[in-house]
């Protein structure tokens, strides 16, 4: 079964109308909409899963991305302190794309260093991209801007509030 099949109603994306976003548990996410090719990402099965991320981990060599059947490179970064630390890159068709979080709800997606459009998603199917003016968007930013943010959710607290909100849970 593919997302196209899918009686859910797809999210309503301005440029590209219905997006569907499907998780198959902490296995595999499928983007597609009739504007946009099909992505899907997927966690191996021997992958120790990790609750906090949507796929299950952030291990590149545990992951998979495909759009329209074509293998995508996959890198996510560990995640830690800052922000830039929970990005995600992708090489696919001669481009470099990042999904990097870039305040507390949101994530900006790039492509070759132009931003296209912010995401917010909590890791789940729903998600929410607002394209920037004047940015030329492909169909095939859409299917990996959506899976990203699918897969690894967006956003993140700012180091500072890190570090005052691990302080204050070590005082007594």
């Excluded at 759009?67 to 996510?76: K, Q």
């Excluded at 560990?78 to 990042?98: A, E, F, W």
């Excluded at 979080?101 to 998603?121: I, N």
Aim: net charge negative.
């Amino acid at each position: 079964m593919t997302v196209n099949d899918m009686d859910r109603a797809p999210i309503d994306d301005t440029l590209f109308g219905g997006v569907t976003v499907r998780q198959d548990g902490q296995d595999r996410i499928e983007v597609g909409g009739e504007g946009i090719p099909l992505a899907v990402l997927e966690r191996s099965p021997t992958a120790e899963v990790d609750p906090q991320i949507a796929i299950g981990t952030r291990d590149p060599a545990l992951l998979t991305l495909s759009i329209d059947g074509r293998e995508a490179g996959l890198m996510p970064a560990k995640g830690g302190l800052s922000r830039r630390s929970y990005r995600v890159d992708v090489t696919y068709d001669g481009s470099v794309y990042r999904l990097v979080p870039d305040s507390v709800p949101s994530s900006r997606l790039t492509r070759d260093g132009t931003h296209l459009g912010d995401f917010s998603c909590d890791g789940d199917e729903m998600v929410i991209a607002e394209w920037r003016e004047g940015a030329e968007v492909r169909p095939v930013d859409a299917s990996i801007g959506y899976a990203l943010a699918s897969a690894f959710g967006t956003g993140a607290q700012p180091m500072w509030m890190m570090i005052v909100d691990g302080v204050t849970s070590a005082l007594p």
